[in-house]
């Protein structure tokens, strides 16, 4: 049986993006580095944050798996190249961002990304 990931791993770039924010706001901290914290917030986002799946499936729904990141895929193999064919054309960019507010796992984690992008800009003109 797999070992479950502890929560504090599981949710650890929302408690990042926090600290990153608070750097921005709080404290005098170079801008290097806190454009750093919040480029591996936004990676995190995309790579590795619990969100359910989002790929499209036969019945034009969105897959309700579990998955690991805004960009990545369901344990089907389909659904992962799914989205890195969505995000090589251009006409399907609105595919490619498929499923990014359809719960609130997903809707938590693209406005994370959203600050997370706007923090690393602001932190470099801080």
């Not at 929302?14 to 750093?36: I, M, R, W």
């Not at 992962?80 to 961002?97: E, F, G, I, P, S």
């Amino acid at each position: 049986m797999a070992k479950k990931k502890s929560r504090f791993v599981r949710y650890f770039g929302y408690l990042l993006l926090a600290l990153a924010v608070l750097l921005l706001f709080g404290f005098d901290v170079g801008p290097l580095t806190l454009s750093g914290v919040f480029v591996v917030c936004f990676v995190w986002l995309l790579f590795a944050a619990p969100t359910s799946c989002g790929a499209e499936i036969r019945t034009g729904e969105n897959c309700r798996n579990n998955s690991y990141g805004l960009l990545g895929g369901c344990s089907i193999r389909q659904h992962k190249w799914q989205r890195v064919r969505a995000l090589t054309h251009l006409d399907t960019a609105r595919n490619a961002c498929r499923g990014w507010f359809t719960g609130p796992q997903q809707q938590v984690a693209t406005c994370s990304m959203l600050i997370a992008a706007f923090g690393a800009v602001a932190a470099l003109f801080k």
